[in-house]
């Protein structure tokens, strides 16, 4: 049974279908209205395709707006498909510029140019469309107040009461972006100290001109990463030439944290992410996404086996070498997949950068110098108790200290790289890291044990 804040969305979708197969339609919609936008998004998500069809009409436009919000814009789209020009219209006319522009981009560009030209006010989600949906000029709002910096304090206050932001507007108006006479962002005014000022004074006599900025082609994550780091709850996305076009939200900061962060699991996991609700793919959809990293990486792990016809002679002659084989290629493909999650990590949050290369590399060279010495150990240990001899347990330990070396070494070597030539680190984790180490891992112990075993 799921809860959410009390609420038992189970219940509820299960009174919402019985409404619905009892024909009653108004009791269906007046059970949604009554949920917060969240809660009515993931009720909605519970119900049929036909079931969403039917109530979303019947809905207030305010709350059909509020739902398509709250879903993934595919989700959104596939849902207004059968809306009839006029309903979807004002339904797009009730939601927020930058939801509304996502929305218009999936759907067909002919339906999208027909919705956007019947807006009561398309300037507001047209300058929206050009910009690429990943970059901050794609994310951002234009739904804000921007104060002159001539006005008086009062004048201020009195555009702000004129105004009258909408609800989710409302809780970014901690702070106030001002610009000149051109629209160029010159500075920003708390609202405290706004409150707090002699009526009679000058914006631009008590703005701050430091402000933190992003251009429109700034990538979404680089914005988002911006705002979680200066604790912002707007962030002022200007032209080439600054003049103010939008702002980013808080609320949009954490749309793209978790957008970014659902890519890079799933890119960890050796797949393409999905660019929709994962039950809402197909499985060919979802084949899809999958097959070309497994078949990437089966034809890696293919050197493996290379490897091991290489060593066909020594493992016939010393049969208690292949004991030891999955021993050694997993820890080195664990040792690796842990340095290089940690390093992605460290990455994306901006802990370090590509200048601090070598310093990276000396860290987990000392770091994977103690580890193996440590799984070594081990391994030399439990080679005795297998009664193997000292020869094959010195060889043992000989290669998982190497092994776990030299995983650490690549596990952050290649994230580096990776980000050197403007690749997501994410794409050389997990699967790739383990099945690169599992060749080489091999390889290394093999001909170690050759080496002492006079072979």
Sequence with gaps: MERIFGIDIDNIVD?????????????????????RPADQAEVFSELSDRQQIELLPELDVEDSADILEELHDEEAAGLVESLSDAALTRIVDEMEPDEAA????ELPPERAKTILSSL???NEVRPLLVHPDESAGGVMTSEFLALRRRMTIAEALTAIRTWGPEPEIEETLSHFFVVDGEGRLVGILSLYKLITSDPQARIADIMDPDVIYVTADTDQEESARLMARYDLVALPVLDKDE????????DDLVDVLEEEATEDIQRIGGSEPLDKPYLDTSVLYV????????LLLFITEMFTGTVLRHFERELAAVVALSFFIPLLIGTGGNAGSQTTATIIR?????DTDLGDALRILWHEMRTGILLGLAMGTIGFIRALMWGTGYDIAIAVAIALTIVVLWANTVGSFLPLLAAKLHIDPAIVSGPFMSTLVDATGLFIYLEIAKAILGM
């Design 346 to 350: 460290s990455l994306a949050i901006g």
């Design 102 to 105: 996502d929305l218009l981009r």
């Design 120 to 122: 009561t006010d398309p």
């Design 243 to 250: 003049h103010l076009l939008g702002i980013i939200t808080h």
């Design 15 to 35: 009174r919402i279908r019985e409404a619905l197969q009892a024909g009653d339609v108004e009791e269906a919609t007046r059970i949604i209205e009554e949920l």
């Design 287 to 294: 084949a899809q996404k999958r097959i070309g990293w497994l």
